[in-house]
């Protein structure tokens, strides 16, 4: 992906921290959720542009969104209807024949629910997120104390 957007950063810390400051490696790049939740894999400068290479950051975010939006409005179906999205089952005609297929009645739907509350926080706060270590945070503070 192309970077197109300016990312947030963010100090190195855990497993990150320790890759970046001792053992040397680049900064790397996530697209996470408001609740903290990384929505995708960490990638370096050099995995982040192999990635979807044809692609802008701002371009991917915006279709990740938009498959969050469909997940709710699927969820949403799914709570008001009490029918299973995929999972069908055989209708028979008075011959016992088959005729066709009908959706799934589901005799709860808690699993949708929690789903739909995860999905709704997650809608609309995705931030693109580069993580430094110790040594290039402290420039970047610099940067952002003379502005």
């Known amino acids: 992906m192309k970077i197109d957007i300016i990312p947030k950063i963010e100090l190195a810390s855990g497993l990150n921290q320790y890759l970046i400051d001792e053992m040397g490696q680049p900064p790397k790049y996530v697209i996470r959720t408001a609740d903290g939740k990384d929505h995708s894999v960490h990638w370096d400068k050099k995995a982040l542009d192999e990635f979807l290479p ?12 938009q498959g969050l939006r469909e997940r709710k409005a699927m969820c949403e179906k799914v709570i008001k209807t009490k029918e299973h999205p995929t999972w069908t089952q055989p209708a028979y005609d008075e011959n016992g024949e088959t005729v066709g ?47």
């Open 101 to 147: 297929y009908i959706p799934y009645r589901l005799s709860d739907t808690k699993t949708y629910e929690r789903m739909l509350k995860e999905v709704n926080k997650q809608i609309g706060s995705m931030e693109f997120v580069m993580i430094v270590g110790q040594e290039e945070y402290k420039k970047y503070q610099k940067r952002l104390v003379i502005q």
């Open 54 to 65: 044809s692609r802008k950051v701002s371009e991917v975010m915006r279709d990740w969104e």
